[in-house]
């Protein structure tokens, strides 16, 4: 562990520093736009726009950085995420901020496949794995870190929007001026998503139903929050929540799955996920319940993402795992389009409480569908011949999905060689 984090500190750091700013601007937005007025619709789309982004960035920034080098293409990204930033508050239009967080999520995204794909090369055989787990960790931190941020300032000023901007502007001195030679970049060629469905079904509506549910802790609940009359600092616990218990719960989680067939616990985790949503939705305005049911939504939908994808590598040629990580994460980003915009529209014609009904209706289907699956697929739990769980978060991009696979097939092919005699 000391290895790598004296390996890597200064990436660890710079994306510490750049996930505490994008934890900034997805919590303020909704905190500042509910303030001025904003429509639960606009706000929606707003929310959306990351997601467009970030899903365009996922195809195009490996062509930019073949075409330029990892140092233009990053140098580039951050100082437009900074810019970005700071208008928000000297703009303050829903189209303004729509083309923002377009323009945000397409170079967040990009700044993840640059920062994870230097990693990769950072790291050896024998320690990618441990700076996977730190990294994931820094994810979260940062996240977290940002929700702190925002219950101490106002979010009717300037400063919370200063503040993303010049974390951002930051993370990246430290992993230009000490980051290694940067590597050559390639790209694994994506599976079809016509051979991806065929593979494994329930892993790919399992994953275009949880981008719904991602979308919607990322960019929903602050809105929620304002709704239902929680102050700020209330609203900064709620979203930190759903990350803390997500980290704690994907290691206990990624080991149960490794034992058992993981199509029982995709069942039983996407049907207490739904349960433990739907408490707060029947018993609104409490803060308890809603801490409650965040940590528990946070704490069975992150591992359920990490789930999906090793569920369905078990169906895959070890060859087939990283380029098919691709093409799940395609599918995620497409529901994750999708999520804000209905529970939107849903919260304006139900009411702020139908935030958990989406998130529960969406979780009950992976559920339902898992329980079809099973019936159409008979699959014996003694002869399971399953891939290792790698805990991987859904703001990881397609780099960082791949990587994990690679690292898998690599020490499986470790664990096969022979003995020497």
């Known amino acids: 562990m000391l290895q790598v984090l004296n390996r890597s500190w200064a990436l660890f750091l710079g994306m510490f520093m750049l996930m ?16 001025e007025g904003f429509s639960t619709f606009a706000l929606s789309i707003i929310m959306s726009a990351y997601f467009v982004g970030f899903l365009f960035s996922s195809q195009t920034t490996p062509k930019l950085i073949r075409r330029v080098g990892h140092v233009r293409v990053f140098a580039a990204l951050g100082s437009t995420i900074s810019a970005v930033l700071i208008m928000y508050p000297v703009l303050v239009e829903p189209w303004a901020w729509t ?26 055989n024998a320690t990618r794995g441990k700076a996977l787990s730190i990294y994931l ?12 941020i925002v219950s101490q300032g106002d979010v009717g000023g300037y400063a919370l929007f200063i503040i993303p901007s010049i974390l951002v502007s930051m993370a990246f001195a430290p992993i230009l001026l000490s980051i290694r030679p940067t590597p050559q970049f390639s790209q694994t060629k994506p599976m079809s998503i ?3 469905i065929q593979a494994s079904p329930l892993g790919c509506m399992g994953m275009f139903l949880l981008g719904g549910v991602f979308s919607a802790q990322f960019g929903m609940s602050a809105v929620y929050g304002s709704q239902v009359g929680l102050s700020v600092g209330q609203i900064s616990l709620f979203v930190s929540a759903i990350y803390v218990s997500a980290l704690i719960a994907q290691y206990p989680i990624g080991w149960i799955s490794d034992k058992i067939d993981r199509r029982i616990l995709i069942l039983w985790l996407a049907m207490i996920g739904g349960s433990g949503t739907l408490i707060a939705f029947f018993i609104p305005g409490q803060f308890t319940v809603i801490l409650i049911s965040a940590a528990i939504l946070g704490g069975t939908s992150n591992p359920l993402y990490a789930l999906l994808i090793a569920y369905t590598n078990d169906y895959l040629e ?50 339902v569908y898992a329980i079809y699956r099973m019936a159409r697929r008979s699959r014996s739990a003694l002869d399971l011949d399953q891939t290792s769980y790698s805990a991987v978060s859904s703001a990881s991009s397609p780099v960082l999905v791949e990587v ?4 898998y097939v690599e020490e499986e092919a470790e664990e096969n060689l022979p003995s020497p005699s």
């Open 404 to 407: 994990a696979q690679e690292l």
């Open 20 to 35: 505490v700013g994008n934890g900034l601007q997805g919590t303020l937005l909704g905190l500042r736009g509910n303030q």
């Open 99 to 124: 083309l923002g967080r377009v323009v945000i999520g397409f170079c967040f995204c990009g700044v993840y496949i640059t920062a994870e794909s230097w990693l990769n090369d950072a790291s050896s």
């Open 318 to 367: 070890r060859e087939d795992m990283a380029a098919a990580s691709g093409g799940l994460l395609f599918i995620n980003g497409i529901g994750a389009i999708a999520g804000p915009l209905i529970v939107g529209w849903m919260m304006e014609e139900i009411g702020a409480n139908a935030f958990w009904l989406f998130s529960s209706t969406l979780m009950f289907l992976v559920g």
């Open 137 to 148: 960790m820094v994810q979260m931190a940062g996240i977290v870190a940002a929700q702190y």
């Open 194 to 196: 016509r051979r991806l």
